[in-house]
């Protein structure tokens, strides 16, 4: 289904009905949207792991944000994190969503991150996996450095200082594997509908200011991250500047998981389980 | 959810997804949306077996119409066929269904059958189950005193002669228990949330003068006919009727005896044959 906002027709899916038969009852469940990674990727990888899991005791909506996957992708002026995050919550408006928990995975959680300190109250969860408020290029070519050594790290360079649709083709070639380093990296590689075009634009334009580390203390929302010490496009130091920038917030680390925590940490999965269940 | 369908909110509920792996990428599934019986029941009746059942080989959409369930109550002048047609399309617009199999019980089949003759480029396939063109109460009566003796002929026939909620509630009582063989799973019925304002306003207004046998002639989709022969509502002679009014060739019709308007429930070959009728 996709429903029109602003102009551009968001793609969504769901998975779980929201009121289930329970003896006599209707039982109502909470609704858990998943915000996808990227950029320029969409919300198909989860269906393989995260998103039928929760569909047990949630429902579950798979979104491709503006720009991305199923989506529309016509207005280049719609590809930031302002209007990402306003689609978010429009999209919720449209459709009626009260309270949702947010589930959000790396490069998704400028959309939901920056959702939450727009309208505090809205959510009733935000869990994060492999959050960053901000794009540190030099923590990037470091990690990818030390993580698979100097070409995956000078691919990073390039197309973080030089985004084009060359150095974009070298750092999916160099870096890809590193981020998704398992069996399953063929399998997420032919998943999603890229859109190299908004990555390009994205890391050439909002990426090079985005900070989001000053909003992050007006988070209301109970906020729970879950997050890998080896994902070099989400850093740890970073994901740390948001971990104690968010009063409260819970963090479980998984050592040597890199960007898929879903798939490199499998035991993370049952604890996102519980948080949505809670 | 709720989609706003010009100012009036209807609920809806969603199972199973859209999209599935296929060899080398992602595929759609159909879409198919439930049409609940009624008017004055929602769309909980499907949430056991029907919705289930279909989210295995389909998307399913569960949605309560105007006046019912959890949708807006809208009022009087707005309960009727057209309307619930009209909202139906607005709900498939907003959320961007172009081609829905679309599935009615009862009165829920009246409201598929009313769409698709509006906008017959639209359904990709109806089922319609315990459905008819028109109501004839003479044949209904008949079944009710041969299923339930003449008590059930005497208070289905003074609700039809004076629908209100006081004769509602006696037909509800006694004639209700009727629609299905074995009577009605108590949770089931406990789920629903009823209006019996709508029931009657239906019952007193259109259900009196309906006949869409012309609808039926316009339909170009692939029909799924699906009857219970012991249905005091929708009598066989009548479902008999409906199917004689379609183009030829676009029908289906199963009919299965000592099945009654919950013909689902009488008789699992029915869900069977609708699963196989919707994945095909």
Redesign the interface.
């Known amino acids: 289904m996709r429903v029109e906002v602003e102009g551009e027709r968001l793609f969504f899916d769901v998975e779980g009905a929201k009121l289930r038969p329970s003896g006599p009852w209707l039982e109502e469940v909470p609704t858990v949207a998943i915000v996808h990674t990227g950029p320029a990727a969409d919300h198909t990888p989860y269906r393989d792991h995260i998103g039928p899991l929760l569909a047990r005791s949630a429902q579950v909506l798979y979104l491709d944000l503006r720009g991305c996957g199923r989506s529309d992708a016509n207005d280049r002026r719609g590809w930031n994190v302002e209007q990402w995050s306003s689609d978010l919550r429009e999209l919720f408006r449209r459709l009626n969503i009260e309270r949702p928990i947010v589930l959000a995975h790396g490069w998704g959680a400028f959309a939901a991150l920056r959702y939450a300190q727009r309208w505090p109250d809205e959510l009733s969860k935000l869990i994060l996996v492999n959050p960053t408020a901000r794009i540190v290029v030099p923590r990037i070519v470091s990690r990818f450095d030390e993580l698979a050594g100097a070409p995956a790290g000078e691919a990073a360079h390039n197309f973080f200082e030089r985004p084009s649709e060359q150095t974009i083709g070298t750092y999916m070639h160099e870096c890809f594997w590193v981020l998704i380093p398992s069996s399953d990296a063929a399998g997420v590689m032919v998943s999603p509908i890229w859109n190299f075009e908004l990555a390009v634009h994205w890391v050439d334009n909002e990426a090079r200011t985005l900070d989001l580390r000053p909003g992050l203390a007006s988070i209301e929302a109970p906020t729970y991250v879950f997050a890998g010490t080896d994902d070099a496009q989400y850093p740890a130091a970073s994901i740390e500047e948001v971990v104690a920038g968010i009063p409260g917030a819970n963090v479980v680390w998984f050592d040597g998981a890199r960007h898929s925590v879903f798939r490199d940490a499998p035991q993370s999965l049952e604890l996102i389980h519980e948080v949505v269940r809670a | ?4 369908v010009g100012g009036t ?1 209807l609920f809806f ?7 599935e ?1 296929g060899e ?1 990428e ?1 595929r759609s599934r159909p ?1 198919v949306v439930l049409l609940h019986p009624g008017p004055g029941v929602d769309h ?1 009746v499907y ?2 077996l029907m ?1 289930p059942t279909l989210a295995e080989v389909a ?1 399913v959409v ?1 949605v309560d119409q105007r006046g019912d369930g959890r949708s807006d109550r809208s009022n009087p002048s707005r309960w009727n066929l057209e309307t619930w047609a009209a909202d139906l399309h607005e709900l498939l617009e ?4 172009e081609r829905p199999v679309l599935l009615g019980s009862s009165t829920g089949a009246l409201v598929a059958l009313q769409y698709a003759w509006r906008h017959p480029e639209r359904p990709a396939k109806l089922v319609l189950i315990s459905a008819v063109a028109r109501y004839v109460h003479a044949r209904s009566i008949a079944v009710f005193d041969r299923l339930g003796g003449s008590a059930a002929g005497e208070v289905a026939a003074a609700y039809f002669a004076d629908p209100n909620e006081t004769t509602l509630a006696q037909y509800l009582q006694v004639c209700l228990p009727l629609y299905a063989r074995d009577g009605f799973d ?2 089931v019925v ?2 629903m949330r009823m209006n019996p304002e709508v029931t009657a306003h239906w019952d007193r207004t259109e259900s009196t003068r309906i006949d869409l046998r012309e609808a039926a002639a316009s339909v170009r989709c692939p029909v799924l006919l699906v009857a219970g022969e012991d249905d005091p509502s929708a009598t066989i002679g009548a479902v008999e009727e409906l199917a004689a009014a379609f183009p030829p060739g676009v029908v289906e019709f199963k009919r299965y005896a000592n099945a009654r308007h919950g013909v689902i429930r009488d008789e699992p070959r029915a869900l069977e044959e609708i699963r196989r009728f919707v994945s095909a």
Do not use: C, F, H, N
């Open positions: 959810m709720k989609v706003d909110q509920d969603v199972e199973g997804p859209l999209l792996r080398t992602w879409t909980s949430k056991d919705g998307q569960y907003a959320l961007e269904i108590p949770d406990a789920r």
